[in-house]
């Protein structure tokens, strides 16, 4: 069975600073690996996910297969970065479900 | 613009009654889910579905029911509400393909009294 663990409830930063969500998983396969972000009263959305390798309103994550991590970074947060972040996987096939941790809200003071 | 959309932003029920809830989407997708969200747990697996009337139980199924008709519609039952069933309920489809994006609903907040 696979899982998704973040470590970190809260993480609250000033303006400016880097930010790291950390994100570790268990699957014995190779799983497909995404980053979730859910705004104050928006629905929950796509942030960025592995394979794509690129870099969404400035934040970069890096799948680490021998850490089982893909945690994300950013390295000037901003306020609107204030919001839910959910590490999520998804086995190779194609049911496609999506296991997801249990969520990193962000908050960036100013 | 893609769309799933969950037919109640609010719902009250009472415990013991049967609780219906909706989505429908738009984009032709084969895969559906129903999550529920609770703070500090994330969101759970309750049901999905991969094809019209075919249906897998995920991670917390007890208790719930689901229904698919069409393809473009999923429906969530609780045969007899219960307080602990008071949650989000988020709704989400997405292709069987790899690497694809999952889209969401915007949530149903029901509350059991």
């Known amino acids: 069975a696979q899982r998704v663990t973040q470590p970190e409830k809260l993480l609250s930063v000033f303006k400016g600073a880097p930010v790291e969500l950390k994100c570790n998983y268990s699957y014995s396969g190779s799983p497909e690996l995404f980053w979730y972000v859910q705004y104050s009263r928006q629905r929950l959305q796509l942030l960025l996910r592995h394979i794509s390798r690129e870099s969404i309103k400035g934040f970069t994550a890096d799948l680490n297969k021998g850490e089982t991590s893909f945690h994300l970074k950013k390295p000037f947060a901003q306020e609107e970065d204030s919001a839910m972040y959910y590490c999520a996987l998804s086995p190779n096939s194609g049911y496609s479900t999506l296991t997801f941790g249990k969520g990193t809200m962000l908050l960036v003071s100013p | 613009d893609v769309k799933v959309t969950q037919s109640s932003r609010y719902l009250v029920k009472r415990t013991g009654e049967k609780v219906f809830l909706e989505c429908v989407q738009d984009m032709d997708h084969e895969n559906m889910f129903w999550y529920r969200q609770d703070p500090g747990l994330g969101l759970r697996l309750i049901y999905f579905?991969?094809?019209?009337?075919?249906?897998e139980k995920g991670d917390i199924p007890e208790g719930y029911s689901v229904s698919r008709e069409k393809k473009e519609r999923f429906s969530l039952i609780l045969e007899s509400a219960s307080t602990n069933q008071t949650s989000m309920y988020l709704c989400?489809?997405?292709?069987?393909?790899?690497?694809?994006?999952?889209?969401f609903g915007q949530g149903t907040r029901l509350t059991v009294v």
């Open positions: 989400a489809s997405r292709t069987p393909w790899e690497n694809t994006e999952a889209f």
């Open positions: 579905s991969y094809d019209v009337k075919m249906k």
